[in-house]
């Protein structure tokens, strides 16, 4: 009798060390299942998370692109229209200033009187600088080497003066006109000959725009 319960525990020890390894399995097996689930969440998550971001981040750089596009054509076209509006403003200078030239006049020897041809040159030119209120003039008298350095000087001034008077006569502001005398320091034609001597008996005009 003795002996069958020792076969009778016998055979509910071997039931429950199997039922243990059986749950014991079980539980390693849900528990690795678990781990690879996790694994797999943590490589989906990011992901999607680039996919939501991605998007915006391309808009946003398309938009900059296309901002940059248009500061840099509206500086271009801001640098066009400077150079354009330069070169126009030298233009316009340069036909002011073509206009307002006025040939040498000259003089007989010792004589500061003006000749016909002169006043001729000088009623051509007074137009324009009734037309160009803000140009200003200096005129330079010069006479040729004969004669001593003061008496030189005196006479370049009368033919300076002389030609200034007439350009006020023609209406032209005598404020606007300045004269200066040069003498015989600076001769147009350098030789000493009555050729040189005719073309250093001169007014000469400089405009000052």
């Given at each position: ?51 939501d971001v991605a998007p915006k981040a391309t808009t946003d750089d398309a938009a900059a692109r296309e901002r940059a596009?248009?500061?840099q054509a509206l500086r271009e076209a801001a640098e066009k229209a400077a150079r354009e ?125």
């Open positions: 009798m003795r002996r069958g319960f020792n076969l009778f525990g016998l055979m509910l020890l071997v039931l429950f060390v199997s039922i243990s390894l059986t749950t014991g399995c079980a539980k390693k097996a849900a528990i690795k299942d678990g781990a690879g689930v996790s694994q797999v969440q943590q490589a989906v998550v990011p992901q999607t998370a680039v996919k596009l248009r500061e509006a330069a070169a126009k403003e030298a233009a316009a200078k340069a036909a002011m200033l073509k206009e307002l030239q006025i040939a040498d006049i000259n003089f007989d020897y010792d004589k500061y009187n003006l000749k016909p041809e002169a006043q001729d040159i000088l009623k051509k030119a007074a137009p324009a600088y009734l037309k160009y209120g803000s140009a200003k003039l200096v005129v330079e008298g010069h006479c040729d080497e004969r004669g001593t350095v003061e008496y030189n000087l005196a006479l370049g001034e009368k033919r300076a003066n002389e030609a200034a008077k007439f350009l006020v006569d023609l209406g032209i502001a005598k404020d606007r006109i300045k004269t200066i005398s040069y003498g015989e320091e600076n001769p147009l034609d350098k030789g000493s000959n009555e050729v040189a001597w005719a073309k250093n008996r001169r007014a000469h005009f400089v405009v000052n725009p």
